[in-house]
């Protein structure tokens, strides 16, 4: 059937989609959902078909993605046919009735997500059915290559090549702007891709964008590994791993991450690693909640390195309250490279310099803590990070005062004296995005009383940051209402926990970082 | 934030949805799925957003569901911000991890589902877990009731009222033609609404169409029903449970059914049913596939009934071949025609007052097979066809001959002597397609050799119809490549059903009728 193009000016987000009125669909015996080919001159396009009810018959709507493949514009006339649904979507309801796929299949599937072929109705199915059923390693290894497979690859000619990657899931989490500059510093090569914040206050790319640019090329990060051993930079524009950023925004909705090991072990087979750290923070706090959980995970990491030609070993930390005092892209960076020049908190050096200490024994050092430490002391992590700021375009001569943080700040005393109890991890990042974080890096929260600190009536809990009024007093209301930290006299004074009054959402945190 | 609105002149297919560009989504902190609050004059609506890499910047593009309920258009602006997401996609996500759901829950969930305010991953992730995880039958009422309950009622100052179902899944039946007239004309109400074909060559709607007109309103049918007993309408215009409308779009590319039992029990519901009789036809090409599960589904149509204050009984059927010789709405409603007029086949006729029977005793006459026989036999059931017929303005004097066919017309003979083996539902249904129906009413496919006969060299197998010679054609190669009919002298002389020399993808049929 010829259809005249009808072409709508804005991107379907990747995806081919078309869009039939009803009339013009029910002639074609298509529904919504089908396939279409669309022939124009010597070109060819697959889409996805929307029936939309009032669309002008005989026409075919066309977003951005379909007209600029077929060169059409309004009113051009294309030839249209049904299309038999792509061959993926078969193993797609395969995973659904629980059946195992074949690298093969997973291959097409993998293949199907990156050029645009399935629909959101069909990955939220694969990617539920994921979810539910769970995968095998041998699921788990081919998405972890065909992810790495269809994506861009940096070669760097250097070996070892190491890396280090956080689960995530506690805020305040700045170990990388140490651990980079240590490794780097010992002489080893670590080329660090994070990402910016999903779900959370900040990401890694958000902190260190405080301090230099992020956003390289992979020429870019090239000549910085070679100039510096290391680097840290955002990895969304690198497309090591494009289904995962396609996946991440089915699952993000959904709260699902059933791509937790694939997601991040193509990303580390794309930049070639050879030697990783995962660390697991663990904890009623972070993404996983008990020792057993964290084992079973590092378990997984580590078969699943194997496979891949990896070195793994996993470091489960500490997660039951944020790291460090701060949460926010420009108060963490200020902590981190406080820290780096010897002062900041301890527990950050501590897990800076274990995480450190794991990846340079594994490529065969000894004492590896001891001398990640002593590059601490002696101010040469800090010199490396500066060459790497400089090598990445910032200033190395940069200071602590030099990094912005909002300047509507509001303290938060306690009423009582009290040992701290608890802190809520996930109170404070929300305090922390309410008041303006990531978007607005000067926002977010210092804590100046973490467990086991006893404090006293009037002293100060924690600040508030932000870059603009209306957001510092939304945060500090939704800081009266959260009571992010749990103080009492003793531990036998404040059994009750929270109480139940009459049914209500229980509204799960969920962390999608990678 | 206050955002311009730049209206697109579609529909979005019902759901409210926003668009925005990457830069003003981030300056929001909002990513595509979050729902967005939408404020203009007194008028607000909570859309689901799009953010599209090119969007213009401080522009929010709306589709026409949106740009309707706020009357706005170009340019006019509008005042946005973040929405929590709805509480039912909370009881979505604790779906995909087997929570069991409570009735208050489904409300929100069915509710939210017809209002819109889940968007279509979200969708495909509830019903995906629905079909993995299964469903209590304390759920399945829950759901029943609400999505007759969030849709339009017909009232009918009648009782009893009966009605006939079939779960679907066999070619070529066209039972309820027969079944509506016979209980009619033993004075009883029986106001079937049918679907049209969504992935079958022919649903009752469609049928009947060929016959007399059938988008009828509440109150036509009404009148049709009080006049007659009986009306044969298309359920799709009346929105009887506008829920599962929405599900069907989501279910179909997925070839997942998991709402069976509530579909067709809401609808029932809202109809105001008493007693209904279910048709499950069972065998190897019906979607039902062994006695076992017919019996287990039977069971589960009873007490579900029972919860809901219908009295339910259900028939399995014999389901390995398509039920009389013709598929396609103008050659069944021919074949429906004659086998009312004393003519006919008897697996047909024998269906008809087999189910027919069935409900005539749940209403308390004896021997109910022998009084439907009796009503077809005196002409009763005929003269009740025909009133039906003209009360929905249709000519009761139509004759078979009068219902027209394609003309164009190919018949497939057999090159063996032999007797059938099998008849394989799947592949007649499939040719009858591309033949052109259900669209083309006069497609379709005319059956003359059926299991257990015996057919000779040169024998018809089977006649196909088109009404354009270019359908007739793929018609034709299609059928030439799926032998549909199986023969062989004896069985014993074809034992390999099917050689697979390769690894190959193996498409599983897939019936969603309701």
Redesign the interface.
């Known amino acids: 059937m010829r259809l005249r193009v009808r072409p ?1 000016s ?4 990747g995806s081919n989609i078309a ?1 039939l009125g009803e009339n013009t669909a ?2 074609l ?1 298509i ?4 396939r279409l080919q669309i022939a124009y001159k010597d070109k060819c396009a697959v889409a996805i078909v ?6 002008p018959r005989e026409c075919l ?1 066309v977003y ?1 993605e379909v007209s600029k493949k077929l060169e059409v514009g309004t009113d051009d006339e294309v030839e249209v046919q049904f299309a038999e ?1 792509p ?1 993926s ?2 193993y ?2 395969a995973k ?1 009735r ?1 059946e195992r796929l074949r690298k093969s299949e997973i291959d097409l599937i993998i293949k199907d997500v990156v050029e645009r072929h399935l ?7 694969f ?3 994921l ?3 769970g995968l095998s390693m041998d699921e788990i290894e081919a998405l972890s290559r065909a992810m790495a497979e269809t994506g861009s690859n940096l070669v760097l000619d250097r070996k070892p090549i190491l890396d280090k990657h956080s689960v995530g899931g506690i805020p305040g989490d700045k170990t990388s702007i140490l651990l980079v500059p240590i490794i780097a510093a010992a002489g080893f090569t670590i080329p660090k891709t994070s990402s910016r914040a ?1 779900t959370s206050p900040a990401g890694t790319a958000d902190r260190v964008e405080t301090l230099c640019p992020v956003s390289l090329s992979v020429e870019e990060i090239k000549e910085v590994v070679n100039k510096t051993n290391g680097c840290m930079v955002w990895g969304g524009a690198l497309e090591l791993a494009p289904a995962d950023d396609i996946f991440i ?2 699952e ?5 991450d059933p791509m937790l090991l694939p997601s991040i072990m193509s990303k580390k087979k794309a930049i070639g690693a050879t030697h990783v750290v995962v660390d697991i923070p663990t904890g009623r706090g972070a993404k996983i909640k008990t020792n057993g959980e964290a084992d079973d995970l590092a378990d997984d990491f580590i078969e699943l390195g194997q496979r891949l030609g990896i070195r793994v070993e996993c470091g489960v930390t500490f997660g039951e309250q944020p790291l460090g005092n701060t949460i926010g892209p420009a108060l963490e960076a200020r902590e981190a490279l406080s820290t780096i020049m010897g002062n900041g908190p301890a527990d950050l050096r501590e897990k800076a310099t274990s995480l450190a200490g794991i990846l340079l024994e594994m490529v065969g050092l000894e004492d590896g803590k001891h001398k990640a430490e002593e590059l601490l002391r002696s101010g040469k992590a800090e010199q490396k990070l500066r060459e790497i700021i400089e090598a990445q375009g910032g200033n190395p001569q940069i200071k602590v005062a030099d990094i912005r943080v909002g300047d509507k700040k509001e303290t938060i005393t306690t009423d009582m004296d009290g040992e701290v109890l608890w802190v809520n991890n996930e109170d404070l990042a929300k305090i922390a ?1 309410e008041a303006g974080a990531p ?1 607005e890096k000067g926002a977010g929260v210092m804590l100046w009383a973490k467990l086991g600190d006893h404090v006293k009536k009037g002293d100060v809990l924690f600040d508030v940051y932000a870059e603009r009024g209306t957001r510092l007093e939304s945060a500090l209301k939704l800081a009266a209402n959260l009571h992010p930290i749990g103080l009492s006299r003793r531990p036998e004074d404040r059994m009750l926990v929270s109480r139940i009054p009459a049914r209500s ?4 945190a969920f962390t999608l970082e990678r």
Chains 1, 2 share one sequence.
């Open positions: 709508l804005i991107q379907a987000g869009i029910s002639l015996g529904h919504s959902s089908d929307n029936v939309s009810a009032s669309f709507g951005e649904s061959e979507l078969h797609v309801q659904i629980n629909s959101d109705i069909e990955l939220a199915a990617l539920t059915a979810q539910i059923h999903v925004q089915v993000y909705p959904l709260a699902i995005k978007k959402v229980h509204r799960k």
